[in-house]
């Protein structure tokens, strides 16, 4: 089944202590992108890849790591988490950046830092 | 800078009604526009594209408008069933942004 799959589901962790929040996709996707969600703010992008060793900021990076070494494989991670990264966060893939390529979400990660 | 605003953040309509959704867009010239779906604690889902040259796409009881000129989008669900509540989004994008944006969403409840 075509999907991305986003772990851990849920993750709480304390003030400092690294993390990554894993993503994966099956699809051959060449672009990738890590979004967070926060009431009253929608869905912000935290950064993204168009392919293989290429990524860049989106409108929220500060705080955040991501690395692109494998076509499948789009990892986040926050070196040291504080409590206002507390949100939804969402792994998405696509084809490409052509205008017929949707986006394909995970199902979340829920990480709450203490 | 660029904004994208839609219309309400919650929208309650009864069942059998026509929902419709606005998206509205400054600052932007998007070749095209995406609409999706989300519901709670869920990755959004994509429904529609529609193109700067075309007016309207339908899609089952879906359907989409694009006005360049009034720079809006307009989301319509036309005989809603309570199973079409959720969270709808709008992404206006062009052809050269690398970073996909959406508008805040507007959360339907279609009553019974």
């Known amino acids: 089944e075509a999907q991305v799959t986003q772990n851990p589901r849920y993750l709480i962790t304390v003030t400092g202590k690294k993390l990554t929040v894993t993503c994966s996709q099956n699809?051959?996707?060449?672009?990738m992108s890590w979004y967070r969600q926060d009431p009253g703010l929608g869905l912000r992008q935290i950064y993204y890849?168009?392919?293989?060793?290429?990524?860049d900021k989106g409108d929220v990076p500060e705080g955040y790591k991501v690395s692109r070494k494998e076509k499948r494989n789009f990892p986040l991670i926050l070196e040291s988490p504080s409590p206002n990264q507390t949100s939804l966060y969402f792994c998405?893939?696509?084809?490409?950046?052509?205008?017929?390529?949707?986006?394909?979400f995970g199902n979340g990660t829920r990480l709450t830092v203490t | 800078s660029q904004k994208i605003e839609q219309n309400s953040e919650a929208l309650n309509i009864q069942e059998g009604k026509t929902a419709t959704l606005t998206c509205n867009y400054t600052?932007?010239?998007?070749?095209?526009l995406q609409w999706y779906r989300q519901d709670p604690g869920r990755g959004p889902v994509f429904l529609l594209l529609?193109?700067?040259?075309?007016k309207e796409k339908r899609k089952e009881r879906l359907k989409v408008t694009f006005d360049t000129t009034l720079k809006q989008s307009l989301f319509h669900i036309t005989a809603s069933q309570p199973a079409d509540s959720a969270t709808y989004l709008c992404?206006?994008?062009?052809?050269?942004?690398?970073?996909?944006?959406f508008g805040p969403g507007t959360r339907l409840s279609v009553l019974p």
């Open positions: 998405a893939s696509s084809l490409s950046m052509g205008y017929n390529s949707p986006l394909h």
């Open positions: 699809m051959n996707h060449e672009y």
């Open positions: 890849s168009m392919n293989v060793e290429v990524t």
């Open positions: 600052n932007y010239s998007p070749a095209y």
């Open positions: 529609i193109r700067e040259n075309e």
């Open positions: 992404a206006p994008r062009d052809n050269y942004g690398q970073n996909f944006v």
